[in-house]
């Protein structure tokens, strides 16, 4: 079992920037991949960023590419997302997930989510 608690969400102006993290606890040596999601009100959860946890790979979505900057610390079992030049359309719950195989999409854990709200 891996748990994972996200934080760091509020409310910034249009402009601003934000950090999240993303505490990982339990078995997280079994790791592939963690990731960011968000989801928007009325609107479906949608990928944003993924770094693998041994190479430190990334690959993040193309609405956020040159804004948000996904990094880790293992010793810490922490993933962070930091956010810059936020928009109102990045307002969304962001969830933190961790897959266990490169083989398939599925992410095996999630967090609770954080709200992040940008004001206009």
């Known amino acids: 079992q891996v748990q994972l608690v996200e934080s760091g969400g509020g409310l910034v102006q249009a402009g601003g920037s934000l950090r999240l993290s993303c505490a990982a606890s339990?078995?997280?040596?079994?790791?592939?991949?963690m990731a960011w999601f968000r989801q928007a009100p009325g609107k479906e959860r949608e990928f944003v960023a993924l770094?693998?946890?041994?190479?430190?790979?990334?690959y993040y979505a193309e609405s956020v590419k040159g804004r948000f900057t996904i990094s880790k610390d293992n010793a810490k079992s922490t993933v962070y997302l930091q956010m810059n030049t936020l928009k109102p359309v990045d307002t969304a719950v962001y969830y933190c997930?961790?897959?266990?195989?490169?083989?398939?999409?599925?992410?095996?854990?999630w967090g609770q989510g954080t709200q992040v709200t940008v004001s206009s």
């Open positions: 997930a961790a897959k266990l195989s490169g083989s398939t999409p599925r992410y095996d854990y």
């Open positions: 339990g078995r997280t040596f079994s790791t592939y991949a």
């Open positions: 770094i693998s946890w041994t190479a430190g790979r990334t």
